[in-house]
């Protein structure tokens, strides 16, 4: 998503974070084969994993899952009805089945993590338009 964003120029008015749902890998930098994957689509994958905390939702308009199970997670630490800024990310994927997950490729291979970097992008288009729409973005 930052890709996109600095791509469109709307670094000014879009933030992108990322957060875990628990605190295992805090600190941790991507995992290589992720960002490997990236670079495979000239796409820079960087930071340090975080942990969500319920704040988080006061902070952020839109609060992405992956999956499922993480999206269970985070609407049980939503302090009030989550629905209006709480989605999975392949929501924002005209093409993606209803209630989609990215799969989770750690302990996957090479091609696994293309194939999640390749579905992420494919959402997050999506999110972007809407996030234009919404907002009013040019």
């Known amino acids: 998503m930052r890709h996109l964003v600095r791509a469109a120029n709307l670094e000014s008015v879009v933030e992108v974070e990322s957060r875990g749902t628990s605190g295992y890998h805090a600190g941790d930098a991507p995992d290589e084969r992720a960002c490997r994957a990236g670079q495979r689509l000239n796409i820079e994958i960087n930071g340090a994993a975080r942990q969500f905390v319920r704040a988080d939702f006061e902070r952020f308009d839109y609060v992405l899952a992956m999956d499922g199970d993480n999206f269970a997670h985070l609407a049980a630490l939503a302090p009030?009805?989550?629905?209006?800024?709480?989605?999975?990310?392949?929501?924002?994927?005209?093409?993606?089945?209803?209630?989609a997950?990215?799969?989770?490729?750690?302990?996957?291979?090479?091609?696994?993590?293309?194939?999640?970097?390749?579905?992420?992008?494919?959402?997050?288009?999506?999110?972007?338009?809407?996030?234009?729409?919404?907002?009013?973005?040019?």
């Open 101 to 138: 997950a990215v799969p989770d490729p750690y302990y996957g291979d090479v091609a696994e993590f293309d194939e999640v970097v390749e579905l992420c992008l494919a959402a997050c288009h999506g999110l972007l338009e809407h996030i234009r729409r919404e907002h009013g973005l040019a």
């Open 80 to 99: 009030a009805a989550p629905g209006t800024k709480l989605f999975l990310l392949r929501h924002f994927d005209a093409a993606a089945p209803r209630d």
